[in-house]
């Protein structure tokens, strides 16, 4: 049975860093897509970032362009996100989601597609 499970969330200041981990287990495929959705309080739950495992090709939304980074460890099934110049719009639970298969990349903001999801690592940005 195919497990995700986060870390790393906490709170940080604005202008400050976070680097989350997405730890998949239960299988060795390389075919696979791992996104990163977020959900703010009292907002619809929003995708973030995304990386394919077969060749690592990943994709953004508008507002993670330039600021987090998605890459993956093969070694250890590992996803990690980095996320740079925090701001407090980013405070919300962060969700890490894996879907088998090779998956189109315009296609992995799509949350319907996902079979499997972690419960979540809250990121709280404040002064």
């Known amino acids: 049975q195919v497990q995700v499970q986060e870390s790393g969330g906490g709170w940080v200041q604005p202008g400050g860093s976070l680097r989350l981990s997405c730890e998949v287990s239960g299988s060795t495929s390389r075919n696979y897509g791992v996104s990163w959705f977020r959900q703010s309080s009292g907002k619809e739950r929003e995708f973030v970032s995304g990386?394919?495992?077969?060749?690592?090709?990943?994709t953004y939304a508008n507002f993670a362009k330039g600021r987090f980074t998605v890459s993956r460890d093969r070694a250890t099934s590992t996803v990690y996100l980095r996320m740079n110049n925090l701001a407090p719009e980013d405070t919300a639970i962060y969700y890490c989601?894996?879907?088998?298969?090779?998956?189109?990349?315009?296609?992995?903001?799509?949350?319907?597609?996902?079979?499997?999801w972690g419960p979540g690592t809250q990121v709280t940005v404040s002064s």
């Open positions: 990386i394919r495992g077969a060749d690592g090709g990943t």
């Open positions: 989601a894996r879907r088998a298969g090779n998956p189109i990349i315009s296609m992995m903001s799509q949350s319907q597609h996902y079979e499997t």
